[in-house]
């Protein structure tokens, strides 16, 4: 098989010891690569029941076939580990020059596993490979310990690394590499866990594709088509175009999700931001989109600028009730600088501040307590959960834990799944995302669902029967899992004329294998068959596909449509009733032990 | 003898967001249908705020390229033909949803 090195390389930090291990091919042909490798590897390598911050959660980062093939935006890593957030399944992607450099060492993916002694780094290079101390790079944020990294390795490094979150296992503390994030489900504090501060990576081949003069044609076309209409919300303004819209159609996330407009929406609107903030604009590597803009403020005398997208913008602007973009940007700049989740960090202040609203005693200092429109009180209390201090230190278990920690009925308004918290979506309003969030295997999560295309667009009425909305909000799902194990960016998915013929045609000149759409389809699903698996190893019931109790207004969702649409979701997958996977069902990996498990 | 009948523009107002917001330099523009559907909108936009010529309106037949959509009392649609009466909320935006 082309396009891939066919192995992975295992790394013990409590032993030291590495070793090189065979991939055989049928794993690429039926989960791809990217996602649905480093899923299928934690399948395999995570024992049911492991402590997600033990020695015994992997955690693993993955590459796909498309890394280092000249296809636009296909630059991306996959992570993956057992989540400390919810227990499941945690995976995250990550673009950019890490992914060259990991395939370039010759591995397609990285298994690490046990716990150093002692706060350490990771360098691979090629087939070397070594665990060296790194005291001297703790308390560094991810940027600057990159910067440690490369003066000690190389410049031709590339460093995935975690802030200060990370090392205190902040449940969701992210991975940086490149000013990147692989951020969501707390994969930072995994690697913390590990005291595995950074990960360095060089090397010096790439595999050979099997039909190169071909593939270059076709990457050229794809990457004229991403400069086409379908990108180019992304390329000129960026995701944050979403938040003023969202607004005036109801569905943007406000003041902990009480409400789903605000009224200073046009104060932190990407239109406000794109005239007065916005400096310039940057592209991962191999990517023609360049949809990364860059924001400044200077408001307070010092300057900074930070890489902004819609979901950082929501939970740290509108969630909070704060209508000064100069607090958002600083905001979003300061979850960088200390590794965390910007998504969940924002979600997790806006219940806090829900409980001061509510006079709910949460056990620390009236003074340390943020409050709905507040800005000077969200820089603290991020500052304060990146170094899990003070408050910080109940906030840093995130919503489903602190809720529970503090009783008193706040998990009422703790917005979650699975213990991960909210997109930038009001469920109420966007019924196939609903579902999508509900049965989600990491949680609530807008990109591995996607569901949210359907709602907002002319694709079904609001009065679609309960199958057809669980089919399409399946075949979205398995979209997403396509394009996340592709490692194609989803800001290119309306820049195909047909997207799973193309990618087909791409993944059949990579590899040299002859892929159908109909085989990208059933992969799709093969993927959320893998992950669904997992969580089912590791104590997943049906009671955990739900949506936060206040989302059920009584009007436009309530439970019982919810439920009847999970059900119409579980008939259309092929589970019974229970959510189970059943034997027979032609989704599962062929030579995995996958189906006596589920149905048992 | 039969009845003669004269029909006058009616005011439309467009809600723009994103691109075609930066474009127009405005976030909201009134414009003047006599026909009063979704094409004839368009093409009134496009005499209002020609900078959305080429990016968002087709040069040539004056109506959305791909990348657009119209969200008209809450649908969303490119279906040239949709009435639009004068109290009609009509956005236009970005058909790529989400981030």
Request: charged fraction near 20%; hydrophobic fraction near 40%; include cysteine.
């Amino acid at each position: 098989m082309h396009g891939v090195h066919g192995r992975l390389l295992h790394i013990d930090l409590a032993t030291g010891l590495s070793e090189a291990r065979p991939i055989p091919d049928a794993v690429f042909r039926e989960v791809l690569g990217g996602n649905g490798l480093a899923s299928w590897l934690l399948l395999e390598w995570c024992p049911p029941g492991a402590d997600a911050l033990g020695p015994e959660n992997p955690l693993i980062f993955a590459t796909s076939p498309f890394v280092g093939t000249g296809i636009t935006t296909a630059s991306k890593v996959a992570v993956a580990a057992k989540s400390p957030q919810t227990g499941m399944i945690g995976d995250s992607l990550s673009s950019s020059y890490l992914a060259l450099a990991l395939k370039r060492t010759g591995f397609d993916a990285l298994v690490i596993t046990g716990r150093a002694r002692d706060m350490s780094l990771l360098v691979v290079d090629d087939d070397r490979v070594e665990i060296r101390p790194a005291r001297h790079l703790l308390g560094l944020d991810p940027v600057m310990t990159a910067e440690a990294v490369r003066l000690e390795t190389s410049a031709g490094f590339r460093v995935a690394a975690i802030g200060v979150a990370g090392e205190r296992l902040v449940s969701y503390a992210a991975i940086a590499n490149d000013g990147r994030l692989a951020g969501r489900t707390g994969t930072g504090a995994v690697m913390g866990s590990k005291n595995l501060k950074a990960i360095a990576v060089s090397g010096s081949h790439l595999p050979q594709v099997a039909h190169p003069a071909e593939l270059a044609r076709a990457a050229r076309e794809l990457a004229r088509k991403s400069l086409g209409p379908g990108s180019a919300k992304y390329r000129e303004i960026g995701t944050a175009a979403n938040l003023a819209f969202f607004s005036r159609i109801g569905i943007l996330p406000t003041r902990n999700f009480q409400s789903g407009s605000f009224e200073q929406a046009n104060a932190i609107s990407g239109e406000t931001l794109f005239a007065e903030h916005r400096v310039d604009k940057h592209a991962c590597a191999a990517c023609t989109i360049g949809c990364e803009h860059h924001y400044r403020t200077s408001d307070d005398g010092s300057e900074t600028t930070v890489r902004l997208e819609y979901e950082s913008l929501f939970a740290l602007g509108s969630l909070c009730g704060i209508a000064d973009p100069n607090v958002v940007l600083r905001a979003a700049a300061l979850c960088d600088m200390l590794g965390i989740d910007a998504i969940s960090t924002g979600v997790t202040i806006a219940w806090a501040m829900e409980c001061v609203e509510r006079g709910v005693d949460v056990g620390y200092p009236i003074e340390e307590l943020p409050r709905f429109g507040d800005g000077a009180s969200v820089l603290r209390v991020i500052q304060a959960i990146g170094e899990r201090v003070g408050l910080g230190e109940l906030l840093a278990l995130g919503t489903r834990a602190a809720s529970a920690q503090v009783g008193q009925g706040s998990d009422a308004w703790a917005m979650h799944v699975k213990g991960l918290e909210m997109p930038g979506y009001d469920p109420r309003k966007l019924r196939t995302l609903a579902l999508g969030l509900a049965v989600g295997t990491r949680g609530a999560c807008h990109s591995r669902s996607s569901a949210y295309e359907i709602d907002l667009s002319d694709r079904l009425t609001p009065r679609a029967e309960a199958h057809v909305r669980a089919r399409a909000a399946a075949d979205a799902e398995d979209q997403a899992a396509v394009l996340d194990s592709l490692t194609i960016c989803k800001f290119l998915r309306h820049c195909f004329d047909d997207l799973y013929d193309e990618t087909a045609n791409l993944y059949s000149l990579v590899t040299g294998i002859p892929t159908t759409a109909d085989d990208l389809r059933q992969a799709g699903t093969r993927i959320t068959a893998v992950k669904k698996t997992f969580n089912i190893r590791q104590g997943w019931t049906r009671a955990d596909d739900t949506l936060p109790p206040r989302v059920f207004d009584g009007d436009s969702l309530t439970r019982e449509r919810l439920d009847e649409l999970i059900d119409a979701y579980y008939t259309v997958r092929g589970w019974d009733e229970h959510g189970i996977p059943q034997a027979g069902v032609p989704v599962l990996f062929s030579s995995m032990v996958l189906v006596g498990e589920c149905s048992g | 003898m039969t009845e003669s009948t004269i029909t006058l523009p009616v005011a439309i107002r467009v809600e723009l967001f994103g691109v075609p917001a930066v474009l127009a330099a405005r976030r909201e523009v009134t414009v003047h249908s006599v026909i009063g559907d979704l094409s004839s909108v368009a093409s009134a936009l496009a005499v209002v705020c020609p900078t959305l010529i080429g990016p968002v309106l087709h040069a040539e037949t004056g109506w959305l390229l791909g990348g657009y959509t119209f969200v008209v009392d809450d649908t969303f649609t490119r279906d040239r033909e949709h009435p639009i009466a004068p109290d009609s909320s009509v956005l236009l935006v970005s058909s790529t949803a989400g981030g």
